[in-house]
Structure formats: C-alpha cells, structure tokens
Antibody, heavy 122, light 106 residues
C-alpha cells in the first residue's frame, strides 16, 4: 500500500546535527514533489521544506533556511532532511508528505507519514 | 509571506449540528486552499482541495467554499467521528497552515 515511513529522530543537544529519512513505498516516488512538515508539542502544523519530483528545485521555510536541507534519492525511494545547528525551538514531530498532483499543479498533501520525534535539549 | 488565520480556535457542538470553520488569508490566494482533519497522535488527512473539491473517500457532509481571502469548511451534520483538529492550508505562494480549530463533541 501507499506508505511513508520516517526515521532518524531522537534527542540531540543544541547546535548539533541530525538527518531524518522518509522511506516511500507503494507509488512512483520519482513522480511526486515531497515535503517536510513539523508539529511542535501541543502546537499546529508548520511547513518546513519542499523538493521537486526530480530534485531540481528546493524551497525551505524562513525558520530553517540556512540550517536545514531537503534532498532525495529517487533510486532509493527516500526523502531526507539534514538538520544542522539545531535549536530548542526545532523540537517537534517531523513528518514527510506527498504533494497531490491533479491536472497541472499540486493540490495539498494527500499522503503523510506518522512522523519522527526530534527533541533538542541539553 | 501569507498568513492564515482560523476561527474559532475551539468549538464544541452536538451530534447532528451544522458546524462552520472560517479561514482567512492575509492576501488573495485565489482558490488554492486545502482543509485537513487531524486526530490526536495521527497524521493529518486531506478533506478538501482547491477550496471546494472533496477529496476521494471523504464523506459528503464535509464541504468547502470561498475564494480570495475568506474560506469556510462546513460539516453539515456533525458525527461522533468528526472530533479532532482542523487545519486550512494555502498553496498559492509556497505553503502555510492556519493555527487549527479544535472540534469537540458535546
């Protein structure tokens, strides 16, 4: 079945790095734009980053620009988020999501993973 | 950046009630808006895209309307399974979510 499974979360000290992975299955991964979305404990959803289906373009939210980098390996059906210079305010559940493509543009996120928790604390 | 503001933040309603949630954008987003339902500990589920298009498999009691800067999500007859938090999301210029509306069943 269509599925996204995140991994790589954990507890990390401020200023350190972490790399998250999102393994896709059940669909043609290389045909879809992919996003990372995070949710701090008890808070709402925050969009983090997007990467085009072929990796040709990447956009990051201002809150993570210069610290986080989204990437993908279509041969491995895997999406990544490299997180550097982590801060306490980056503590959240990080989820990957597939952009729903209808006609000639994206329309929201139709497939989501369950998320992986990242805790930044000394 | 486009800011999305939802109201109310919380609402409590009875089974069978008609429920309306409002989402306002800080600038026009045409009809590039989606609605999601999220239950505790679960991933969000898309309900509506392009402001008023019902996602496949979503019950017809859910509907969306609006364009420009003001949008609504309506549940025509609230069911026990409809509890959760609802988010709007604009995808006109990058992507951004509203702060959420928690729906509780009385």
């Amino acid at each position: 079945q269509v599925q996204l499974v995140e991994s790589g979360g954990g507890v990390v000290q401020p200023g350190r790095s972490l790399r998250l992975s999102c393994a896709a299955s059940g669909f043609t991964f290389s045909s879809f734009g992919m996003h990372w979305v995070r949710q701090a404990p008890g808070r709402g959803l925050e969009w983090v980053a997007v990467i085009w289906y072929d990796g040709s373009n990447k956009i990051h939210a201002d809150s993570v620009k210069g610290r986080f980098t989204i990437s993908r390996d279509n041969s491995k059906n895997t999406l990544y988020l490299q997180m550097n210079s982590l801060r306490a305010e980056d503590t959240a559940v990080y989820s990957c999501a597939r952009e729903q493509w209808l006609g000639d543009r994206g329309h929201g996120f139709d497939i989501w993973g369950q998320g992986t928790m990242v805790t930044v604390s000394s | 950046d486009i800011q999305m503001t939802q109201s109310p933040s919380t609402l409590s309603a009875s089974v069978g009630d008609r429920v309306t949630i409002t989402c306002r954008a800080s600038q026009s987003i045409s009809s590039w808006l989606a609605w999601y339902q999220q239950k505790p500990g679960k991933a969000p589920k898309i309900l509506i895209y392009k402001a008023s298009s019902l996602e496949s498999g979503v019950p017809s009691r859910f509907s969306g309307s609006g364009s420009g800067t003001e949008f609504t999500l309506t549940i025509s007859s609230l069911q026990p399974d409809d509890f959760g938090t609802y988010y709007c999301q604009q995808y006109n210029s990058y992507w951004a979510f509203g702060q959420g509306t928690k729906v509780e069943i009385k």
